[in-house]
Every structure is written in C-alpha cells, then in structure tokens.
T-cell receptor, first 119, second 110 residues
Framework: GAVVSQHPSRVICKSGTSVKIECRSLDFQATTMFWYRQFPKKSLMLMATSNEGSKATYEQGVEKDKFLINHASLTLSTLTVTSAHPEDSSFYIC???????????????FGAGSRLTVL | SQELEQSPQSLIVQEGKNLTINCTSSKTLYGLYWYKQKYGEGLIFLMMLQKGGEEKSHEKITAKLDEKKQQSSLHITASQPSHAGIYLCGADDNNNDMRFGAGTRLTVKP
C-alpha cells in the first residue's frame, strides 16, 4: 500500500532557528502534496498545496516567507519553518496524492506527523 | 470555501455500544472521506463515498452519504477500545484540495 514517511517525528529548536520537515512518498509518485497544521484538540488546517516542479499555493493567512515549501521531486516535499517562534509550535502533517489517480478520487496518504516545539 | 461540521465533538461510549458520527457540508458534496487519527499521529483512511445513497462498510464501521442533505454519517457497531481516536470527515473543495471537519473524539470505555 501507499506509504508516506514524515521526518522528523519530533523536533525541539530554539527561537530564531529554522527547522526543515521532510515528507516522502515511499512507494508511489505524488504529484501533489499537502501540508497541514493541527492545534491541540483542533482539526487539520490546510497550510499549502505543493505541486512537483512548481511553486506552492498557500492558504490565506499562511505566511509564504515563514513556511517555505519545496516539492523538488515526485517523492519529496519539504516544509521549512524559518526563524521559528514559540507560536509556531504545533503538529505538522503532510499528505500525498498519488500521480495518475482515478478521476474523482482524492484519497490521500498521510505522514505520521511532526511535532515541533520552539523554545 | 466549503465548511464541514461534525457532530458530536466528543463521544464517550461503553464498550459494545453502537454510535454514530455525523458530518454536514455547507456545499454540495462530490466526494466525502472518512479518516481516523490517533492522538499525535497521522491519519488513516477509512472510506470514501462519492454517490448519493452510497454506503460502505469496513469491519464494524459503516458510512453513508446522503447527497441531498449534504451529509454523511459514520456508524460503529459494537464499539471496542481499538475504535477510540479522532474521526475526521474530509471533502474536496473547488480546487480539489481536501478540507476537514473539526473532528469527533471518541473514547470507548472497557
């Protein structure tokens, strides 16, 4: 089955530093990957959609310069939280949509998530 | 944008009991997805419903789609502690991006 690996699962960093989170589709090619942020006891909030080889599309209210997304290949997307601050502490989850999927089917495969704590 | 409202927000049931979770959309549903999340982990895909009246089952979990009501329900029969977690419904918006409801936190007491 489709597997998405997200790394690291947990990261603690100092305020002002940058943190990179990787999202890899292990056994399929993903034309589109999504990045979500989840606050405690809240649902997933879509941050951005990244398509391989093009710029990411950010949701309203999400700072592009703060959350850099790169989707350089069909199996890898990265989210870099730049100049992290304590309010960036959250649970970040990526998901991937298989390339050439059946029309109308939007079944996504999710990574296990990355918990970021900014001190 | 499409909004999904889930109810209840949380649910505590005794093991063996049946339960239902609802998901109502503010717009027409073209595809409705149910996921389960254990706290602090990623999401596991449960089922996808695309046609009005469609009903799917996976083990003891059944989901239905009422297209006219723009609503889907997830029903668990004879709940077990392994069913505990957060259930999220998701739907495609106009841009084919998936939006999620706020989730229903299920606790099953042994």
């Amino acid at each position: 089955g489709a597997v998405v690996s997200q790394h690291p699962s947990r990261v603690i960093c100092k305020s002002g530093t940058s943190v990179k989170i990787e999202c890899r589709s292990l056994d399929f090619q993903a034309t589109t990957m999504f990045w979500y942020r989840q606050f405690p006891k809240k649902s997933l909030m879509l941050m951005a959609t990244s398509n391989e080889g093009s710029k990411a599309t950010y949701e309203q209210g999400v700072e592009k310069d703060k959350f850099l997304i790169n989707h350089a290949s069909l199996t890898l997307s990265t989210l870099t939280v730049t100049s992290a601050h304590p309010e960036d502490s959250s649970f970040y989850i990526c998901s991937a949509r298989r390339a050439g999927g059946r029309s109308g089917a939007n079944v996504l495969t999710f990574g296990a998530g990355s918990r970021l704590t900014v001190l | 944008s499409q909004e999904l409202e889930q109810s209840p927000q949380s649910l505590i049931v005794q093991e063996g009991k049946n339960l239902t979770i609802n998901c109502t959309s503010s717009k027409t549903l073209y595809g409705l997805y149910w996921y389960k999340q254990k706290y602090g982990e990623g999401l596991i895909f449960l089922m996808m419903l695309q046609k009005g009246g469609e009903e799917k089952s996976h083990e003891k979990i059944t989901a239905k789609l009422d297209e006219k009501k723009q609503q889907s329900s997830l029903h668990i029969t004879a709940s077990q502690p392994s069913h505990a977690g957060i259930y999220l419904c998701g739907a495609d918006d106009n841009n084919n991006d998936m939006r999620f409801g706020a989730g229903t936190r299920l606790t099953v007491k042994p």
